[in-house]
């Protein structure tokens, strides 16, 4: 069957919200309304609400300026009994609103959240949409990818893709075995990408002003960028432009291809 728990509540003070999960995933959305809520989504192996209650303990520490929410599984109930039972936690809070959020097997998907953001998963993949402030997301196993992202990023996977489309201000992108992929609207503050065994695309104004160090096995920069240093084949460095701030990139054994967005 399918069910779910909700539970509402005011959040027009609230200005902090943690949500840990044991497993399943994790959606956190933005809102300008006055009211929030909490939603807990099941299936599976679940024969109604009541059933809910008792296979999963639940905490929700609401006060007017910060909401604490654990899901954990019941110490009643033998672990391999969850194998069969889907879990997703759907959290409405203030758009400007710290989210603190982790689960340990599931994907997490944050929108239109501007403000102090700490993600983590163990296995699962992370969405950022519409977000901005100083975000940092870390998955063991998954990608991340992201949209319209303004702020300070630091983005880590051990070992899946990074992929972020249109984004402005520092970031520092690391996978252990992915490819990365990044296309940002503007180059005003420091850019690192880093990956052990994939290969990194970066789109970029053809126009930038940026102190390049790009290496990999090969390093292909589009002839639309002025370049004003040294260029071989594993190893582009120099100044894009009249130089600026960092475009640090370096893959172990992929390519890195610079190229325009214009």
Not at 196 to 221: E, M, Q, R, T
């Amino acid at each position: 069957g399918s069910y779910a728990l909700t539970k509402k509540f005011d959040i027009s003070n609230l200005d902090k919200a943690d949500l840990r999960m044991d497993f399943g995933h994790i959606t956190v959305i933005g809102t300008n309304d006055s009211e929030g809520s909490i939603t807990i989504e099941a299936s599976g192996d679940i024969d109604s609400e009541d059933d809910i209650r008792q296979k999963l303990e639940t905490m929700f520490n609401i006060s007017s300026n910060a909401a604490l929410i654990k899901v954990d599984q019941s110490s009643k109930i033998a672990r391999d009994d969850y194998n069969s039972i889907q879990l997703e936690a759907i959290l409405t809070v203030p758009m400007n609103c710290t989210v603190i959020t982790g689960t340990d097997g599931g994907h997490i998907r944050i929108e239109n959240i501007n403000g102090v953001q700490d993600i983590a998963t163990t296995a699962g993949h992370i969405t950022l949409t519409n977000t901005s402030g100083s975000i940092v997301a870390k998955t063991e196993g998954g990608n991340i990818a992201g949209k319209n992202l303004s702020g300070d990023l630091q983005l880590t996977t051990s070992g899946g893709h990074i992929n972020i489309n249109s984004f402005k201000g520092p970031l520092h992108a690391q996978t252990g075995g992915g490819n990365v992929q990044l296309k940002f609207a503007d180059f005003s503050s420091p850019i690192s990408a880093r990956t052990s065994a994939g290969n990194i695309i970066i789109y970029a104004p053809s126009a930038i002003h940026a102190d390049l160090k790009a290496a990999g096995s090969s390093v292909v920069l589009d002839k639309s960028f002025k370049l004003s240093g040294d260029k071989e084949k594993s190893l582009v460095k120099g100044k894009l432009g009249k130089g600026g701030k960092t475009l640090d990139i370096s893959t172990g054994q992929g390519n890195v291809h610079i190229r325009s967005n214009d």
